[in-house]
């Protein structure tokens, strides 16, 4: 395995119609709305404490701790987001907010470097007690992400030296050494956040305690059962004694390279993973690569939802087991999407194979555009493939899928994990690979790129979702000899045409699904990707009990659903004629500008039923009907109704 | 409305080919099973402490409380099976254990009546001070049903008596009048139980009490607000505070008589339905009638499984709301089937309407025998429609839902409930309103009834079911006018056919579903019903999304499933083709004798997917298979595997 360099794309201009409604909407709405709520500004909302945590803890301010002991990562996501948002949108007023809340920050960190305002404020004496629950390597690693991310966009180093400090602290008191703990966090994150801080300051320790971290994970005995036993049962969150730790739950059940099924919390397992393949990149760590593989190729062909969804159960948030995806007692947080992307890019930077970018397009164009509202404001934490609202209500089991998204201050993790992402979306675009340049997503933006030493300007142009078309048009002081991988994704249906500077080439992808044009490229050179794209029925494995019989619609990237709005109540009275042609309208007026699929069907009748039959002699009846369907992504701006992805076929 | 008698068969005497297996397992098996586990006997099962628990609150052993708050109601229902047990199989040596248990029980009983043994050992000073959560009254309720028909099989006092001094004690305590508790149980049991303690006594008190306790329920202020308040909010389960108790869990949202759907609990709301329509008899209240038909078509018409299985979620064991029946998540709890089964006998004993007959019968085939194993000794608590294995162990929605039975020490409401039920069949058999016989169910038997002051001897011999033949020979000492009602179940296909000694009369039913014979009997007259059965497709009404586009099988009384043993693994793969003829076979050999049912159909081929391929564009690629349907009462006899009662159809 060659140690590959990790791309650059780092300063990504976002230019694209479909994609800049949302990374401005980050800019413009929930960066400063998000402010407001970590100040406890917002009328009506509960208060979050978080910026007042460190006011109290800094001994700015008096008073007693408030929130979530996991509190600190709110504000630590919102200045790595707002770090991402300087790079595309320089904002001065805004970089003073940010760098009057580092300061409050850093004051608030200990002498010897800890900073954590829970254990500050209400447990001083109790650091590092209860890592199983209380979060807090979790909230030194938004807080290093943060740093980073601020350092990268405005050169400031204040955020990222004390983090440096603190993680030099975090070093003393984990190891393998005696007098060390031998420990891990109960939710992965310090991990990754390691590896970038490795990453930005070159310092080697950083990604040996990250390596440490991911190694010591699993080992007997289990360092969370030897905790629990030490606080004598008694839980942060119950207030009294729990049964033993579930070691599933946190990924801790095994050594890291001996696992070979995601299980557990289903975000837990997707930063580890993540983690796992940056140290896999970084020190060439062949089996530490093969344990990603294994476990990437676990969830995407056994327990990943065609939505780019995971995690099949609300309790505890996790996997569950292989084939198991309900459409309706779902879970797949949006944050568990949001590491599924981690994940791919780390994958990316290794080995780059089509397959990581499907799942990472996938997730990005369905669960995590879906999670948001068109305004910004409303959020899914659960994203669903079928929704009965009644059911939603009065069903206890399904309590926690909600038929509209909820206001976003309702809870802090998902909201502001997708705007860190979204703002983030540049560095998603590529990587280069040696003298390879690969084009992973189609999503318009300038940028300049490290290709062997030489700079490439890069203006992508892009019609996704709706059409197929995508332009690269370089930029360069001197002509160069380089390879462009584009990627030629899994969805294409039909031949994708291929021109440069308006001569088609050769459009055959390798085995990796990347299409090479290895040539010398000039100034202006201006590549074509025309990728047919067409609304088509969708199977899932037999072996997934939930899906058995049944379509869903996908036109290029997009998985479609079916709403109540346009097929009426009672969707599981709905068949779809698999002969059907099915028909694609764009529609400027609906819900922003959409392309429409429809298709025909049958719906099973209930007029012919008599009044207060529930069960009779098999009649069938049914009637034909146009079903309409609308990418999932847009699902639930229309008030409250039965949504579907998946409808019989036959 | 009539003032109904409420009918004889008290002591019919099973001689079914296919329900003696099952009433002779209760005496021979469970009742002496059960002994040994109410005095721990039984070795590496958790102990029960319910006998000496009384002991020791008589005084007659040194320790403490053991088991469940409600263990009192172990020994009340093994007691109260054994009474209808030795109505017919006489046993002195069981009548003998019987005695002394109820000597130990007396024993317990203080000074004033009061007679609970968790409340006399463990919290003398509390009686009456959580009738929310400790089921003082249930317990009551369950002791003066097991004393009225230990008096009724022996003509032994003694319960009885103690049950009446109880009962005189809790009139003092509870009613209208300043000084008692305007209170009700939290679960409901006592109001049923009270009816029958006055009707054995004669004794109209108990029947008030009951009324009161019924229209109390629902009343405002919340009785059990007020009572959460008066005990600081602190839970019995939980040992500390929690939130208002919900009123719908225990039907106390609303008065009874205005209630109109069925929610909450549901063995709590089928028991009060019970008493609601004992009290609207009794007392000629057609207002209460009207709400027991409003909460019985409820229920029937849209909360009631296939199978008679009612209760859509385990979360409270509780209704849902209508038309939420899921297969898989599903509760129905064989204590609320069996509760339905005492629900639709009471309506009958009302107004004979086939409807109630068909739905009683219908959770007897199928729900409360499908409870149990063939060899008696492991239940269902759950009745799932379909079964996963692996989603019950590693998907924790389902975690309540197990593959096959459990030993039946494992918790104790459910067994010894269906216990009590088969070994007083024969007062589900009939009912007789002024000169007319009502014959509801096809069971053979011998039993002596009395029309309009004459007994009948009734000797009824049925091939169900298997067959649809049934007859019943009358015997009497002098011929005499009457009319014998015949159901005509709503299964039936085709054409019934009635002989009377062998001359074929009219089998028309009329509006209520019965064939009215009104003619002089006379000695030896033989009626003979024969009642056309064949194995039919069944459908679900369309707003039962779990059902929408699938069928079941359902021959006579019977519904039929799917299991792997016989159809294979991921039986939602297959499709039944609505064309195809169900064939019918008896085979001899196969679980004790069973009616195979065989259909046409297809299953989605698994063979031509990719390796890693979880989604793909739709091939619906079917082969031909038959599949073979076995009746559900009898699944998971066969170890664990797959099951399912709808499957899709076309």
Known sequence: MKNLSIGAAQHAQITD???????SLVCETIIPYQWKALNDQIPDAEPSYAVRNFRIAAGLEEGEFGGMVFQDSDPAKWLEAVGYSLQSYPDPQLEQMA??????IVSAQQEDGYLNTYFTIKEPGARWTNLHECHELYCAGHLIEAAVAY????GKRKLLDAMCKYADY???VFGAEPGKLQGYDGHQEIEL???KLYEVTGESRYLRLSQYFIDQRGQKPYFFVGEWKARGGISHWRGGPVPEPDMEYGQSHLPVREQTVAVGHAVRAVYMYTAMADLARLQNDEELLNACRRLW??????????TGGIGSTHHGEAFSFDYDLPNDTVYAETCASIGLVFFAQRMLRIEPRREYADVMERALYNLVLGSMSLDGMHYFYVNPLEVWPEACRYNPGKHHVKPVRQKWFGCSCCPPNAARLLASLGQYLYTVVDSTLYVHLFIGHETNVDIGGNRVRINQQSALPWHGQTSITLGMDSAQRFTLAMR???WVSGEARLTVNGQQVEAAAGEKGYVQLDREWADSDRIEWQLPMKAELIEGHPSVRAVAGKAAIQRGPLVYCFEEQENGRSLSALTIDSRSELTEKFDQHLLGGVCVIQAQGWKNRSDSWNDGQLYRPLKAETVSVTLTAIPYFLWGNRGEGEMSVWLRVR
Chains 1, 2 share one sequence.
């Open 17 to 23: 119609p479909f994609w800049s409604r949302y990374t």
């Open 99 to 104: 760098d009057g809340l580092i300061d409050v």
């Open 151 to 154: 350092y990268a966009a405005t």
């Open 170 to 172: 975090i070093d003393t």
């Open 193 to 195: 956040a390691l590896v």
């Open 297 to 306: 190729g676990n969830i995407v062909t056994k327990q990943m939802y065609i």
């Open 488 to 490: 030629l994704p899994s």
